[in-house]
């Protein structure tokens, strides 16, 4: 901050405009969540290694998070599990943003298709999605990909219903009836007109399922499924700290259970700025 001849404080953040402060924490959003996820890539999950000698061990700066019933250290089974959630919840909600596509353009083909459409999604969101996914797991054997499948499989809904509704107006367009006339096929239509129109919505749609895929899967870890015990997810760090809370040892749920909070914000925090950006209803000068 420098002082200017008046004698007021100038603060350079302050004086951004919408676009740049935006842009600006959408950047500093996605550089934590690449460093997360880069650090958990390159701990190797051998070298989590039990330590007798350093069982149950308060925060320190040896141990930044303290250390559990084994002695591994709290802060890279962590870390370890952020980044193997991130990745999941990236999947599922790739898969879930293609099926949602899929359904909305096999639902804007003709009226029998989209009732058939339509009473899919009543139907995905009539079942717990904690149900479906514990179920769809199982039948996939479990492990990462079927937790993935579970997610994505569960939470295509909303884009969904959005997409059909931006799909059903732009299909009232002059420039779709023109189009029809002069003979142009549905696939076509799709592709220049209808997909340029809606990306929007699935940008920020794909990224909002993230928090949202994140969340579930932590919670059916959480409770044993799909994933093996042995594996530093933060569901199942979350699920063995609660067997030593009743021993004083807080920090075993505190800091991954902070920590998975914070990435679940992040994820939020920048899918609300980049619709911004790309919005132009709500991305201001």
């Known amino acids: 901050m420098v002082s200017?001849?008046?004698?007021?404080?100038?603060?350079?953040?302050a004086n951004m405009n919408l676009r740049t402060k935006t842009l600006l924490t959408i950047g500093i959003t996605?550089?934590?969540?690449?460093?997360?996820?880069?650090?958990?890539?390159?701990?190797?999950s051998g070298s989590i290694t039990t330590n007798f000698k350093a069982?149950?061990?308060?925060?320190?700066?040896?141990?930044?998070?303290?250390?559990?019933?084994?002695?591994?250290?709290?802060?890279?089974?962590?870390?370890?599990?952020?980044g193997l959630s991130v990745q999941i919840?990236?999947?599922?909600?790739?898969?879930?943003?293609?099926?949602?596509?899929?359904?909305?353009?096999?639902?804007?083909?003709n009226?029998?298709?989209?009732?058939?459409?339509?009473?899919?999604?009543?139907l995905f969101l009539s079942i717990p999605h904690i149900l479906l996914i514990i179920l769809i797991s199982i039948a996939l054997g479990g492990g990462a990909f079927g937790v993935s499948m579970g997610?994505?499989?569960?939470?295509?809904?909303?884009?969904?219903?959005?997409?059909?509704?931006?799909?059903?107006?732009?299909?009232?367009?002059?420039?779709?009836?023109?189009?029809?006339?002069?003979g142009k096929s549905k696939i076509?239509?799709?592709?220049?007109?209808?997909?340029?129109?809606?990306?929007?919505?699935?940008?920020?749609?794909?990224?909002?399922?993230?928090?949202?895929?994140i969340m579930h899967e932590a919670s059916v870890t959480f409770l044993g499924f799909g994933l093996s015990p042995h594996e530093p997810a933060i569901g199942i760090i979350l699920s063995e700290s609660m067997k030593y809370?009743?021993?004083?040892?807080?920090?075993?749920?505190?800091?991954?259970?902070l920590a998975l909070l914070i990435i679940v914000l992040l994820f939020d925090i920048a899918g609300e700025n980049i619709k911004k950006i790309l919005d132009p209803t709500s991305a201001n000068e």
């Open 55 to 82: 069982m149950n061990q308060p925060p320190s700066f040896e141990h930044l998070f303290g250390t559990d019933w084994m002695g591994r250290d709290m802060f890279t089974r962590t870390l370890k599990g952020l």
């Open 245 to 257: 809370l009743a021993t004083g040892d807080w920090w075993l749920a505190l800091f991954p259970g």
């Open 4 to 13: 200017s001849e008046k004698g007021s404080i100038y603060n350079p953040i």
């Open 30 to 44: 996605v550089f934590i969540l690449v460093v997360i996820v880069i650090s958990s890539l390159l701990i190797d």
């Open 151 to 182: 997610v994505a499989v569960t939470h295509w809904t909303s884009l969904a219903r959005v997409l059909r509704a931006e799909i059903k107006q732009i299909q009232t367009s002059d420039f779709v009836k023109l189009s029809e006339r002069f």
């Open 89 to 109: 919840g990236a999947a599922a909600s790739i898969l879930s943003s293609l099926i949602a596509i899929a359904m909305a353009l096999i639902g804007s083909t």
């Open 111 to 122: 009226k029998f298709l989209d009732g058939i459409v339509s009473w899919l999604i009543d």
């Open 188 to 213: 076509w239509i799709a592709r220049k007109h209808i997909i340029p129109l809606v990306i929007t919505q699935i940008i920020v749609g794909t990224i909002l399922i993230f928090p949202h895929a």
